[in-house]
C-alpha cells in the first residue's frame, strides 16, 4: 500500500492526527482554551481535505469506504457540526472545569466515527464506524461528573446502544448469510428476498432505528438527552441523527433499492409513528433540553418520510434536510446552554420567561431556530419540510405528507409556546446568562445559516442533488 | 460588470444593518455610513446608466443581468434576479442620485433630532427597496421591495408618532397627526396592494413566470389578449385587461391616485427630507414605474376592446385636474406641493392612458427633480420659519397686533417677504416652481408636460387634452400662488421677520436640484420643434424609443403643431399671471381673496372635496360597524348567552342531578377517575420508566413484531 491509497480517507486522517495533537498539547500547555483552536484548526483542514477530494474523480479505499459527492456532503455536514460542537462547549468546560483535552479529542474521535459511517461501502466499516463514535459518545455523555443524572445518562445509553448495537451486528451477520457478502456492492447483487435475507434487514433496520431515535426505538432519547452535559446533546442530536441516516440511506436506497418493496412499509410506519409519537410527547414537557429531545425524534421522523419515498427527490431532500435540521437543533442547544445555570444541566420553559425584555438579541436568535424548526417560511426549515413532503406526493405516499403535515402543524404549539414565554410573559427572575463571545460565535453562525439557507436554498440542494446521483447512479 | 447590480441595493442594506446593530449610539458614523453607502450606489448607477446612454441599441439586445436559482417550489424552479434595461437606466439615473442630495440635506435638517441615527437608518432602508425595486427583474421580488418601500414610508411618516420628555420641539397634538397620518398611509396603500397581489398571482397562474420579459414575452400576451374571462355585468373580459387593472390598482394606492389619494396629504406629517424623496420624488413615481414596466399588458389588447387603457387616461386626467383645484386652497406650504404630486402622477398615468410610453416617463423623470427641489425648498423655509420663531422669542420681540394665527412653520399665511431673508433658498424655489408651473422653452417641465399634451393633441384624445390643460393652469396658478405668499410682499409674522438663511449642507443640493430642475428638460426637446429641436434632436425620445419598439409599441417623432404649444404656453403664463393679480399686486391678509370670489366652490377646494368625510362616513364607519357587530355577536348576542345559556343550564342541572346522584355515584366515580388515571399513568410510567430494562423489553417486543411483520 502507498500513501496514495490513503488519500480517499485523507479527512478521517487529519481529523486522527488532531484528535492526537490536542491530547499532546494538553499535557503542557497551560491555557486550556487554545485546544479548542487546535481541535478548529484541524475541522477546518479536514474541511479543506474534503473540498480537495470533490475536486478529484471519486475513489475507494480498499473496497472499504468511498469517497465521492455523496461522502463529501456528509463529510461537510458533521464537520460544520463538528467545528460549532467545539465552540459551543469551549466556554462550557471553562466554567464547569472539566477536562477540555479529553472532551476536544473525543469530539473529534466521534467525528472520525461519523464521516465513516457516511463514506462506508462495507459492513464492518459500517459498523466499526458506528462503534467508534457510539463508544466517544458514551463517554461524553457522562462527561459532567459532578452531576450523577450526567452519568446516569451515560450509562442507560451504553446498555440500550449496547443491545441495538448486538441487534445490528446480528443483522449483518443475517444478511452476510443470505448473500455470503459484506461489501455493499456484493450485497446488492445477490439480494433475494428469503427469509434470512429479510430478517436480516429488518435487524439493521432496528439498528439504524435506534441511531436515528425512531419510535419505538426511541425511549434512550430523552433520558439521555437530558442527562448529558448540553453541548453533548446538542451534538448528539444533530451529528448522530446525520451519520446513521448517511449510512442508512447509503446501505437502503443505494444498495436496496431493487428490493425497496421489501422495507419501504416498514419505514412508513416508522416514520408515522415517529412523528406522530414525537410530536405528542413534546407538548407537555417542561424541560427545554427533553423538549427538544422529543422534538429531534419527530425530526426524525419526517427525516424517514424522505426515506420511504426512496427516490431522488426525497433522498436529496434527506440531505438537506441534514444539514438545515443539523444548523436550526444546533442553534436551540446554544441557547440553551446560554441559559443553563451552574449545576442544573438543564433549562425549564419558565426559565425563558421575558427573555426578549432582558436579552433582546438572544431572544431573536432563539425566535428564528424556533421558526425554523416548526417550518416558517423563509427560514430553511420551511424548504426542508417542503422538499421531504413533496418527495412523498412524488412517491405516491401523498397519506405519508398529510400525516407529516398534519404533525408538524401540532408542533407549532410546543415551538410558538417557547417564543410566547419569551415575548409575552414577563421575567419572573432575571435569567443568568452563561453568554460568552465564542458561544455567541457558534449562535450567530448557526442563524446566518439557517436564514441563508432560506434564502437562497437552490445552491445546497443542488449540493445535495450532485450526492444522491452518487448514490442513485 | 452584471455581478456588481446587487451592490446597489445591498450597500445601503448593509448600512441599515450596522447602523441598526452597532453605530446606533454614533450620529455621525450612523449618517455617514449611509451616505457612503447610498454614494457608492449613485457612482455604481451612474456608471451602469451612462454605459446604456452611450450605447442603447447594445444594452437593449442584452441588458445588464443578474439571475440567481431562488427556490423549487412544485416542478419549477423560481429564478430572481436584477437587469438594467433602458428604462432602469433612466431610473438610475435619478433615484440614487436624489437620494444622495437629500440624504446630504437631511445632515443640516435632521441635526438636532434626538433620533437622528434612526432617521439615517430608516432612509437607507428605504435607499435599499426603491434601488431593489427598480432593478428587479421580476414581478414578485419587485412586490417584496415595494412593500418594503411601504414599511418604511409608514415608518418615516409616523418618524414623530412618539417623543421621549426631552423632546420639547414636538407637541402632543403633532404625535398624534403623525400617529394618524402614518397608519392612513399604510392601510390606504394597503388596499391597493392587495388587488394587485391578485394581479400578481393570476398572472403566475396563467404565464407560469413572473418574469418581465417572460410573462410579458409577445407568445405569453398574445394568449392572455386571446383568452378571456367572464365577468359579471362586463361579459368576457381579456385576461390582459383584467390583469392590466389589478395590477394598475397597486399603482394607485401606491402614486395617490383618485380614490386612493389621500393618505399623501396627510403623510406630510414625516420630515421634509422624506417629503421630498418618498413621497414627491421616488417612491410615490414607483407606480408609474410599475406601469411602464408592465405596459405590454395594458397595450396588448386592440384599442375599444381594451378598457385599461382607457381607465388609466381617465384616472390620471381626472386626478391630475381634481387634485390641482384642491391645491389653490390650502395654506400648508407642503401640502400645497402634494397635492401638486398627486396631480403631476396623474398627467403621467394620463400620459401613459393615451399610450405615450416616452412622455410618462420624462415627465416621470422631470418631475423628480423640480418636485424634490421644491420640498426641499419648503423644508428650508420651515426651518427658516422655526429658527426665526425661536429667535423672535429669544429677544423678546412681541407678537404684531395683526397676527390672530397660532404660530406654524409650515402656515403661508404666517410667511412673506422671504426673498430678501434667504435669497438662495428662493432662487432656486423659484425655478423649481416655474418649472412646476411649465414656464415656456427654459425649464423642464415645460418640455414634459408639453411633450404629454402635444401626444394627446396628435392622438385625438380631446377630452384628456383640455382637462390636462385646464389643470395645467390651475397649477401654474397654486404654484404662482405659493411663490409671492411665500417670498414677496411683506412679513406676515415675527417668525417670517427674523429668518435666516439655511446651512450649506441645506442650500447647496438645492442649487444641484435647480440645475437639473432647469436644464434637464433640454434633453427631451423634441425634433420638430422650431430652432432648438434642431440642436437636440429629441435625444430622449430616440433613446427611450428603443425601449418602447422593443416592447411592441409605435413610436414615432411627432410633427411640430403649435395649437397645443401655444395653448399649454397661454395656460402656464395665464396662470402665473392669474396668481399675481390675485397674490401679489397687493398685500393680503388672513383671508384669502378668492374665498370670498368663489365662497363654496373654495371651501370644496379647501376641504379636499370631503373625500375624507365621505371615507370616514362609509368605509372606516362600515369596518366600525362590523367590529362592532362582531363585538356584539360574541359577547352580547350570540356567543357569550350561548355559552352563559350552557352554564346556567349546566348549574341546573348539577343542582338536581347531585341531590340524586352525588352520594350514590359521584363518590365512586372520583374513586374511579383516580383509579384509571393511575392505572394510565401507570402504564405511561411503565412506557418511560427511566429503568432500562423496560426500555429494552419494549425494543425488543418491536423486534419481534416488525419480523413477524416482515416475515408473514
Redo the contacts between chains.
Keep these: 500500500m502507498t500513501l496514495q491509497d490513503f488519500m480517499p480517507i485523507l479527512p478521517e486522517m487529519v481529523l486522527l492526527a488532531t484528535a492526537v495533537a490536542v491530547l499532546m498539547v494538553d499535557t503542557f500547555l497551560g491555557d486550556k482554551r487554545w485546544l479548542t483552536w487546535v481541535g478548529l484548526v484541524g475541522v477546518l483542514l479536514a474541511g479543506a481535505a474534503t473540498y480537495w477530494l470533490a475536486l478529484q474523480p471519486p475513489a475507494d479505499f480498499q473496497d472499504m469506504a468511498a469517497s465521492d459527492a455523496y461522502t463529501a456532503f456528509f463529510r461537510l455536514v458533521i464537520l460544520v457540526v463538528t467545528g460549532l460542537g467545539l465552540l459551543m462547549a469551549m466556554n462550557w468546560l471553562e466554567a464547569h472545569g472539566e477536562q477540555q483535552g479529553e472532551y476536544n479529542a473525543l469530539l473529534l474521535l466521534a467525528a472520525i466515527g461519523m464521516t465513516l459511517m457516511a463514506a462506508a461501502t462495507h459492513m464492518l466499516t459500517l459498523f466499526v464506524a458506528l462503534e467508534l463514535f457510539s463508544l466517544c459518545l458514551y463517554i461524553l455523555a457522562g462527561f459532567e461528573r459532578e452531576r450523577a443524572s450526567s452519568g446516569e445518562a451515560a450509562l442507560k445509553y451504553l446498555l440500550l446502544g449496547a443491545f441495538s448495537s448486538a441487534l445490528f451486528l446480528y443483522g449483518i451477520a443475517l444478511v452476510y448469510a443470505a448473500t455470503g457478502a459484506l461489501t455493499f456492492a456484493g450485497i446488492a447483487q445477490k439480494a433475494s428476498l428469503s427469509p434470512l435475507f429479510l430478517a436480516g434487514v429488518g435487524l439493521l433496520i432496528v439498528g439504524f432505528g435506534f441511531k436515528v431515535a425512531a419510535v419505538p426505538f426511541h425511549m434512550w432519547t430523552p433520558d439521555v438527552y437530558q442527562g448529558a452535559p448540553t453541548p453533548v446533546t446538542a451534538y448528539m442530536s444533530v451529528a448522530t441523527k446525520a451519520a446513521a441516516f448517511a449510512a442508512f440511506v447509503r446501505l437502503f436506497v443505494g444498495t436496496l433499492g431493487v428490493e425497496k418493496s421489501a422495507w419501504v412499509p416498514a419505514l412508513a410506519a416508522l416514520a408515522v409513528l415517529t412523528m406522530v409519537v414525537g410530536n405528542l410527547a413534546a407538548l407537555s414537557q417542561h424541560s427545554l433540553k427533553r423538549m427538544l429531545a422529543y422534538s429531534s425524534i419527530a425530526h426524525a421522523g419526517y427525516v424517514l418520510v424522505g426515506l420511504a419515498a426512496a427516490n431522488t427527490t426525497g433522498t436529496a431532500a434527506v440531505l438537506f434536510y441534514l444539514l438545515v435540521y443539523a444548523f436550526m437543533n444546533l442553534g436551540a442547544f446554544a441557547v440553551v446552554i446560554a441559559l443553563e445555570r451552574q449545576g442544573e444541566g438543564d433549562v425549564t420553559l419558565s426559565q425563558m420567561r421575558g427573555l426578549a425584555r432582558t436579552h433582546p438579541l438572544l431572544a431573536a436568535a432563539m425566535a428564528i431556530f424556533m421558526f425554523s424548526l416548526t417550518g416558517v417560511p423563509p427560514f430553511a426549515g420551511f424548504f426542508g419540510k417542503l422538499y421531504l413532503f413533496q418527495a412523498a406526493v412524488q412517491a405516491n405516499l401523498t397519506w405519508l405528507a398529510v400525516i407529516g403535515v398534519i404533525s408538524s402543524a401540532v408542533s407549532a404549539y410546543y415551538y410558538l409556546n417557547v417564543l410566547v414565554q419569551i415575548y409575552m410573559a414577563d421575567p419572573e427572575t432575571p435569567p443568568t446568562l452563561a453568554w460568552r463571545p465564542v458561544l455567541g460565535l457558534a449562535t450567530l453562525v448557526a442563524v446566518v445559516f439557517v436564514v441563508g439557507i432560506g434564502l437562497f436554498p437552490d445552491f445546497w440542494l443542488q449540493l445535495a442533488l450532485g450526492g444522491m446521483r452518487v448514490i442513485l447512479g | 460588470m452584471n455581478g456588481v447590480l446587487f451592490l446597489i441595493p445591498a450597500l445601503p442594506f448593509l448600512a441599515f444593518v450596522f447602523i441598526v446593530l452597532f453605530t446606533h449610539q454614533n450620529r455621525r458614523v450612523s449618517a455617514g455610513l449611509t451616505i457612503g453607502a447610498t454614494a457608492i450606489a449613485w457612482l455604481l448607477g451612474w456608471y451602469i446608466a451612462f454605459q446604456a446612454f452611450l450605447n442603447p441599441d447594445e444594452v437593449m439586445e442584452a441588458p445588464f443581468r443578474l439571475t440567481?436559482?431562488?427556490?423549487?417550489?412544485?416542478y419549477t424552479?423560481f429564478y430572481t434576479g436584477f437587469q438594467v434595461d433602458l428604462l432602469t437606466a433612466v431610473m438610475l439615473f435619478m433615484v440614487p442620485f436624489l437620494c444622495f442630495l437629500i440624504f446630504v440635506y437631511s445632515l443640516g435638517y435632521m441635526e438636532k433630532d434626538p433620533r437622528f441615527s434612526r432617521f439615517f437608518a430608516y432612509l437607507a432602508l428605504f435607499a435599499t427597496g426603491m434601488l431593489g425595486f427598480i432593478l428587479a427583474d421580476n414581478l414578485l421580488l419587485a412586490f417584496v421591495f415595494w412593500e418594503l418601500m411601504g414599511v418604511c414610508s409608514y415608518l418615516l411618516i409616523g418618524f414623530w408618532a412618539f417623543r421621549r420628555p426631552e423632546e420639547t420641539h414636538i407637541d402632543t397634538a403633532q404625535v398624534q397627526r403623525a400617529r394618524a397620518a402614518s397608519l392612513k398611509a399604510f392601510l390606504t396603500t394597503r388596499v391597493g396592494d392587495t388587488i394587485m397581489l391578485v394581479g400578481i398571482l393570476l398572472l403566475y397562474a396563467l404565464t407560469g413566470s413572473l418574469r418581465w420579459d417572460e410573462a410579458l414575452s409577445p407568445t405569453s400576451l398574445k394568449a392572455l389578449a386571446e383568452q378571456s374571462t367572464y365577468i359579471p355585468f362586463l361579459g368576457e373580459v381579456p385576461w390582459a385587461t383584467v390583469l392590466a387593472v389589478l395590477i394598475f390598482w397597486g399603482a394607485i394606492g401606491k402614486s395617490a391616485q383618485f380614490p386612493l389619494h389621500v393618505w399623501l396629504p396627510d403623510a406630510m406629517e414625516g420630515p421634509t427630507p422624506v417629503s421630498a424623496l418618498i413621497h414627491a420624488a421616488t417612491m410615490v413615481s414607483a407606480g408609474v414605474y410599475l406601469i411602464l414596466r408592465t405596459f405590454p399588458l395594458f397595450y396588448v389588447v386592440e384599442e375599444g376592446a381594451n378598457g385599461a387603457m382607457g381607465f388609466v387616461a381617465f384616472i390620471g386626467a381626472f386626478t391630475a385636474l381634481f387634485a390641482a383645484t384642491m391645491g389653490v386652497a390650502q395654506f400648508d406650504i407642503k401640502r400645497v406641493l402634494a397635492y401638486s404630486t398627486i396631480s403631476q402622477l396623474g398627467y403621467m398615468f394620463a400620459a401613459l392612458g393615451i399610450g405615450a410610453y416616452v412622455a410618462a416617463a420624462f415627465h416621470l423623470l422631470m418631475h423628480a427633480f423640480f418636485k424634490a427641489l421644491l420640498f426641499l425648498g419648503a423644508g428650508s423655509v420651515i426651518h427658516a420659519m422655526e429658527h426665526g420663531h425661536e429667535h423672535a422669542h429669544e429677544h423678546g420681540h412681541g407678537h404684531r397686533t395683526e397676527e390672530s394665527l397660532p404660530f406654524n412653520p409650515n402656515d403661508m399665511r404666517l410667511m412673506g417677504g422671504l426673498f430678501r431673508r434667504m435669497p438662495r433658498t428662493a432662487w432656486t424655489f423659484v425655478a423649481g416652481g416655474l418649472s412646476l408651473a411649465g414656464f415656456p422653452l427654459i425649464t423642464a417641465g415645460f418640455w414634459s408636460k408639453d411633450e404629454i399634451l402635444a401626444e394627446a393633441w396628435y392622438t385625438g384624445h380631446s377630452v384628456v387634452f383640455w382637462t390636462l390643460a385646464i389643470a395645467a393652469f390651475v397649477t401654474a396658478f397654486y404654484t404662482g400662488r405659493q411663490i409671492f405668499l411665500v417670498f414677496f410682499g411683506e412679513p406676515r409674522s415675527a417668525a417670517a421677520q427674523h429668518a435666516t438663511e439655511s446651512p450649506t449642507t441645506m442650500t447647496l443640493p438645492l442649487v444641484i436640484l435647480a440645475f437639473f430642475a432647469v436644464a434637464a428638460g433640454w434633453v427631451g426637446i423634441p425634433e420638430a420643434f422650431p430652432g432648438l429641436g434642431a440642436v437636440v434632436r429629441g435625444w430622449f425620445q430616440r433613446f427611450l424609443g428603443v425601449q418602447a419598439e422593443a416592447l411592441g409599441l409605435h413610436v414615432e417623432a411627432l410633427p411640430f403643431e403649435p395649437a397645443p404649444v401655444l395653448i399649454s404656453v397661454a395656460m402656464a403664463l395665464g396662470g402665473l399671471g392669474a396668481s399675481w393679480l390675485v397674490y401679489g399686486r397687493r398685500p393680503i391678509g388672513v383671508t384669502d381673496p378668492l374665498q370670498g370670489a368663489l365662497g363654496g366652490l373654495w371651501m370644496a377646494w379647501h376641504r379636499k372635496y370631503w373625500v375624507d368625510e365621505l371615507y370616514q362616513a362609509t368605509v372606516v364607519a362600515f369596518a366600525r360597524w362590523l367590529s362592532q357587530v362582531a363585538y356584539r355577536f360574541d359577547d352580547a348576542w350570540v356567543i357569550d348567552p350561548l355559552v352563559d345559556g350552557v352554564g346556567r343550564f349546566g348549574r341546573w342541572l348539577g343542582a338536581r342531578v347531585r341531590r340524586f346522584i352525588d352520594e350514590q355515584i359521584i363518590d365512586r366515580a372520583v374513586n374511579g377517575t383516580a383509579w384509571l388515571s393511575n392505572l394510565v399513568g401507570e402504564w405511561f410510567r411503565q412506557?418511560?420508566t427511566?429503568q432500562?430494562q423496560n426500555?429494552?423489553l419494549?425494543?425488543l417486543?418491536?423486534?419481534t413484531v416488525?419480523?413477524v411483520?416482515?416475515?408473514f
Design positions: 440567481l436559482p431562488w427556490f423549487a417550489g412544485g424552479v412506557i418511560q427511566g432500562v426500555y429494552l419494549a425494543v417486543a418491536a423486534v416488525l419480523l411483520l416482515g416475515l
